[in-house]
């Protein structure tokens, strides 16, 4: 199994340009969600998704957009990018079932924005 | 809503002694929690996890974690740190059912020789 892999690993985009980052997961979990790590802040959530083609916003949507097409796959679009956004961006799933409760991690984006 | 807070930015400390992390949390009820810790350049890794039950509740890598209902906190502690122990360690909470969690800051551990 691979777990949670998220493509690309590494970016520099420049102001304005647009991309899109992959989350896929070969669990089954309903569970997906999209985070930014910024030093001193921790983790944010950007968006989630509770199954496919259900997405919500997290604390800090604004700029992102999401799309859950297929369960496996969560999509995370940087429509107009800012330095601002520049980050490391974690896809994680959630397995939550009786006493279960757990999030799996991917290894991360790292996204430059000059 | 709930929140997390750790009052630690960076501890450092000597390879072989003690290590406890702080982490408070603010909920009306007694929340889901967790510890993860991320080492440089990678994801991050379930240390433990406390639902109810036994408040003193065991991890992976040597690590143990109390949660004290009265204090609102779920400290981390390992009694014999390894310099492969440094790294930076997150407080998570969640409510029941609410299936999204919120992280404290992090807080930085390096090990001296």
């Known amino acids: 199994n691979a777990g949670v892999t998220q493509t690309p690993k590494f970016r520099v985009l420049k102001t304005g340009q647009s991309m899109t980052l992959l989350c896929a997961q070969d669990m089954n979990h309903e569970y997906m969600y999209w985070y930014r790590q910024d030093p001193g802040m921790g983790l944010r959530l950007i968006h989630y998704s509770v199954g496919e083609g259900t997405t919500a916003k997290g604390e800090v949507p604004d700029g992102y957009n999401v799309s859950r097409l297929k369960k496996q796959n969560f999509l995370l679009g940087l429509e107009s990018a800012a330095p601002s956004q520049t980050s490391v961006y974690f896809c994680?799933?959630?397995?939550?079932?009786?006493?279960?409760?757990?999030?799996?991690f991917g290894p991360g984006t790292r996204l430059t924005v000059t | 809503a709930q929140s997390v807070t750790q009052p630690d930015i960076h501890i450092t400390v000597s390879e072989g002694a003690s290590l406890e992390l702080r982490c408070n949390y603010s909920?009306?009820?007694?929340?889901?929690l967790f510890w993860y810790v991320q080492s440089p350049g990678q994801g991050l890794q379930l240390l433990l996890k406390y639902f109810s039950g036994d408040t003193l509740v065991q991890g992976i890598k040597g690590f143990e974690a109390e949660f004290k209902r009265s204090q609102s906190s779920f400290n981390l502690r390992k009694p014999s740190v390894h310099w492969s122990d440094a790294a930076e360690y997150f407080c998570?909470?969640?409510?029941?059912?609410?299936?999204?969690?919120?992280f404290g800051a992090g807080t930085t551990v390096t090990v001296r020789a």
């Open positions: 994680a799933t959630l397995f939550a079932r009786g006493s279960s409760y757990e999030q799996y």
């Open positions: 909920y009306g009820a007694t929340p889901y």
């Open positions: 998570a909470v969640g409510p029941p059912f609410d299936y999204k969690l919120s």
